[in-house]
T-cell receptor, first 114, second 115 residues
């Protein structure tokens, strides 16, 4: 069965600190990878996606993620966080079986202290 | 372009009752997926409908069902409600297929409380 692991449940950072959130998945086939963000009181929004090609992908608001196939990882990074980045971050995997269903990690809550 | 619309936003039901949730996807999107979000289990896939056919189903009991209409709007039904069904139910609309599969746009969700 497919699964997605996010190792950090709650991360607290000061503004301007660098961020890296880990994501590992278990699936032997080809996957599409996503990071979604849920700001307080808002709906889930797509932060960035990887379909193929350059394993380093850039998303909105200065976020980027690197797909390392050999490690089954898709870690999210941001060089300098802002207070407005306070949110919950979800890593998700689509197994490319033809359907659109996503397997989500349990999420990482990020709190940025001004 | 209007986003994904879910109605109602909040619902309170009694154990044993049934409930129907509605989702209108983004115009042109033929794929609608449903997810259950709870603090303990996180986001779990319920089912996906594509062109009025259920294409994929998660690991939920048969009390959870859905359907999709010809205009791509979808409904989800939960019968014989249990306390554990209390959750945020999210609808996701997708255009992507094949190599672009999985990219989804989510609605605000319906918060269901079972008492």
């Amino acid at each position: 069965a497919q699964s997605v692991s996010q190792h950090n449940h709650h991360v607290i950072l000061s503004e301007a600190a660098s961020l890296e959130l880990g994501c590992n998945y278990s699936y032997g086939g080809t996957v599409n990878l996503f990071w979604y963000v849920q700001y307080p009181g808002q709906h889930l929004q797509l932060l960035l996606k990887y379909f193929s090609g350059d394993p380093l992908v850039k998303g909105i608001k200065g976020f980027e993620a690197e797909f390392i196939k050999s490690k089954f990882s898709f870690n999210l990074r941001k060089p300098s966080v802002q207070w407005s980045d306070t949110a919950e971050y979800f890593c998700a995997v689509n197994a490319m079986t033809g359907a659109n269903n996503l397997f989500f990690g349990t999420g990482t809550r990020l709190t940025v202290i001004p | 372009k209007a986003g994904v619309t879910q109605t109602p936003r909040y619902l309170i039901k009694t154990r044993g009752q049934q409930v129907t949730l509605s989702c209108s996807p983004i115009s042109g999107h033929r794929s609608v997926s449903w997810y259950q979000q709870t603090p303990g289990q996180g986001l779990q896939f319920l089912f996906e409908y594509f062109s009025e056919t259920q294409r994929n189903k998660g690991n939920f009991p048969g009390r959870f069902s859905g359907r999709q209409f010809s205009n791509s709007r979808s409904e989800m039904n939960v019968s014989t409600l249990e306390l554990g069904d209390s959750a945020l139910y999210l609808c996701a609309s997708s255009l992507g297929q094949g190599s672009l599969a999985g990219q989804a746009f989510f609605g605000q969700g319906t918060r269901l409380t079972v008492v």
